[in-house]
């Protein structure tokens, strides 16, 4: 069909239509010639190109001038809203309604930032923008920008400090590591666990790489410390589950804290060692800056993280 098209459309010097418009609406030759600043002979020549493109005569010379056949008159329905189409498309800057968008937008994240943004997102899709659905996929720091530039997802949420040239970026929160644990299960002298009491804990860990020991194991070492991980997955989700039943520590960004503290009771303490903090960016493509739907999502998923960073420190 694409191909038809095509070729279709080579045969036709879309600059046509616009001679056809003003036959149309001066009937005369010469008053087209004027209006589109174009010799006689040009028009003349142009309208002959037009009866071999169509196979028909579209204007006849009368007493009255100019005047359209019958084919030329339905082609005028066709032809005048297509042209409007074009004129609007280079005129007028594209527009978004979330009212009425009809529009599907993919989204690449950890499954972190998916429970402590997607919720409160889809909230507001729904109440803002009904016809607006979203589908994620786990990405992170590495494969996030790789899957934009493949098409894969439209806007990357992730620990990007940087992007590349032809990437757009933009802070969206900065995250710190805080431990989270069943304040029934752990006992601590205050809500503030000391480094000891730290390091008499059970650790559960989230680790992409499937090992027992991940970032924090190395902040530890630096101090010559140790902490004992017993459990290590990919997945955070399944963190809060283990620490709601065991004596265990689990640390993680503030964020994602924040909501496993008030969906199930748990505990959140600062860590009692410093570490460097983190920060959230959304990423996207510069050629989809000017895309007002992505650039709409984009202010709306800034406005869900600026409410993340209040509830957080709640």
């Known amino acids: 069909m694409k191909d038809i098209i095509e070729n279709d459309l080579r045969r036709?010097?879309?600059?046509?239509?616009?001679?056809?418009?003003?036959?149309?609406?001066?009937?005369?030759?010469?008053r087209a010639a004027r209006r589109l600043f174009l010799g006689q002979p040009a028009v003349s020549g142009a309208l002959k190109r037009l009866r071999g493109a169509f196979g028909d005569e579209l204007f006849v010379r009368t007493p009255r001038g100019m005047q359209p056949t019958p084919r030329a008159?339905?082609?005028a329905q066709q032809i005048e809203p297509l042209l409007l189409s074009v004129h609007q498309a280079l005129t007028q800057p594209p527009q978004f309604d979330p009212a009425t968008a009809q529009r599907v937008f993919?989204?690449?994240?950890t499954d972190?930032?998916?429970?402590?943004?997607?919720?409160?997102?889809?909230?507001?899709?729904s109440r803002q923008a009904p016809g607006v659905r979203l589908v994620t996929r786990l990405a992170d720091a590495v494969s996030?920008?790789?899957m934009l530039d493949a098409g894969e997802i439209e806007l990357g949420v992730g620990v990007h400090p940087q992007c590349a040239p032809w990437q757009r970026r933009r802070p969206l929160l900065r995250w710190s590591f805080v431990c989270l644990?069943?304040?029934?299960?752990?006992k601590t002298r205050?809500?503030?666990l000391s480094l000891g009491e730290f390091l008499r804990q059970r650790h559960v860990?989230?680790?992409?790489?499937?090992?027992?020991?991940?970032f924090i194991d190395e902040q530890l070492e630096a101090q010559q410390q140790r902490r004992l991980v017993v459990f290590s997955s990919p997945n955070f989700a399944t963190s809060p589950l283990i620490v709601k039943r065991t004596a265990a520590i689990v640390t993680v960004p503030d964020y994602i804290a924040a909501v496993w503290r008030d969906t199930l009771g748990l505990a959140v303490s600062p860590l009692p060692f410093s570490v460097p903090g983190h920060e959230v960016s959304m990423l996207w493509t510069a050629a989809s800056e000017q895309d007002p739907g992505l650039r709409w999502l984009r202010e709306l998923m800034a406005t869900v993280g600026e409410g993340l960073r209040a509830w957080r420190s709640a």
């Open 12 to 30: 036709l010097d879309l600059n046509l239509l616009l001679v056809f418009r003003a036959l149309l609406q001066e009937r005369s030759v010469t």
């Open 73 to 75: 008159s339905q082609l």
């Open 106 to 109: 993919r989204i690449g994240l």
């Open 112 to 125: 972190a930032l998916e429970v402590a943004l997607m919720p409160e997102l889809m909230r507001r899709l």
């Open 144 to 146: 996030g920008p790789a």
């Open 181 to 186: 644990y069943n304040p029934k299960l752990v």
């Open 190 to 192: 205050g809500a503030r």
């Open 205 to 214: 860990l989230t680790s992409f790489s499937a090992g027992l020991r991940g």
